[in-house]
């Protein structure tokens, strides 16, 4: 717990893991839900042992935190956590060349240029994106979270009497999930990963295994659920069935939604935009994660609106599992789960 209060808590990982001993769990917060994932490195890979999606009641995730742990089979000490959304920020910044640790030391003095928030608000982390360039600049990702929403977190794990190892973002986490598990050689240039959660949709450009673009729009399940319950005149249970499972009321269910997808789909654009000119290159294809990402049509209006090849991701398409998890289960909501995957990724970190 000392070393995440010590003004590095871990927002950004190398990407390239190393193997260690024993398992991690990768555990994802979220408003409506918690997400759990244990894996283990076995051979060239990762195996996973166990997995869960433990529904939030109220405000307070900590008894959905608490039940998901235990439901572990055998007792953990690695556990990695996130926070994200609002008072969480990326940024893609040239630097001069210098080593990890003089930027470290470097941007902690100057984190309040790149960031809306006074110095005494906010933990940072950075990474060189590029740490083999010979050029006098560098790219750096930067990342900066409010004291307040990492604190909170540090607080309802300690209550839980969890330690955690390490507190991240989630668009990083994800992104550290994408870049592990899927092989470079069979990654388009420019990928966009969205997680679509219930408040806000991260939006994720990679180019290889490493991320160029971030950014978060407000537009998520929680909003599509209120169209559907203001509309048909039904409460937030009811209309989160119809969202999910719209039976003969697709047509209806799509038609109250139509709007805030539409505006969720020109956010994209503009982003889309803004990468291409940025970076001389085009997004070839986006990839859907999240609880949301699962509305009936949405994957189809997106291929059609952008012109871009839309799919659901499955980020456990390269790992194995063990015997005691239902290969049919996991692939079910594995959707749901890359941000969990990315977080326990995080054990075989060398950094």
Do not use: H
């Amino acid at each position: 717990m000392s070393r995440l209060l010590d003004g590095y808590f871990g927002l950004i990982r190398k990407f390239i893991p190393t193997k260690k001993e024993g398992s991690a769990v990768g555990l994802d917060i979220g408003t409506n839900s918690c997400k759990l994932v244990e894996l283990i490195a076995k051979g060239d890979g990762y195996q996973v042992l166990d997995w869960s999606i433990i529904p939030v009641g109220g405000d307070d995730p900590a008894a959905a935190v608490k039940a998901s742990l235990n439901k572990l089979r055998n007792p953990v000490e690695n556990i990695f956590t996130s926070i994200y959304g609002k008072g969480t920020l990326i940024r893609y910044i040239d630097m001069p060349r210098m080593s990890l640790e003089d930027l470290r030391n470097s941007f902690a003095i100057e984190a309040d240029k790149y960031f809306p928030f006074t110095q005494d608000q906010i933990y940072t982390d950075c990474y060189i994106l590029d740490p083999s360039g010979k050029s006098k600049q560098m790219k750096v990702m930067a990342a900066a979270a409010k004291k307040e929403l990492v604190d909170a977190r540090l607080k309802m794990m300690s209550d839980l009497g969890i330690e955690a190892d390490l507190i991240g973002i989630n668009p990083v986490a994800l992104a550290n999930a994408r870049s592990v598990v899927v092989p470079t050689e069979s990654q388009p240039e420019a990928v966009g990963l969205i997680d679509m959660g219930e408040t806000v949709s991260s939006l994720t450009i990679m180019v290889g295994n490493m991320p160029k673009f971030n950014r978060d729009i407000y537009i998520g399940g929680r909003d599509l659920t209120k169209r559907i319950a203001n509309a048909l005149a039904v409460d937030f249970a009811e209309a989160e069935r119809l969202k999910c499972s719209p039976g003969e009321r697709k047509d209806e269910i799509a038609a109250i939604n139509d709007s805030a997808i539409q505006n969720l789909i020109q956010e994209v654009r503009l982003s889309f935009d803004y990468f291409s000119t940025e970076n001389n290159m085009d997004v070839s294809e986006l990839i859907f994660t999240g609880g949301a990402s699962q509305l009936t049509d949405l994957l189809d209006s997106f291929e059609q609106t952008l012109g871009v090849k839309a799919s659901s991701w499955n980020p456990f398409a390269y790992l194995t599992v063990s015997d005691q998890v239902t290969i049919q289960d996991l692939e079910k909501n594995s959707n749901r789960l890359g941000v969990a995957l990315g977080l326990a990724l995080y054990q075989y970190d060398n950094d």
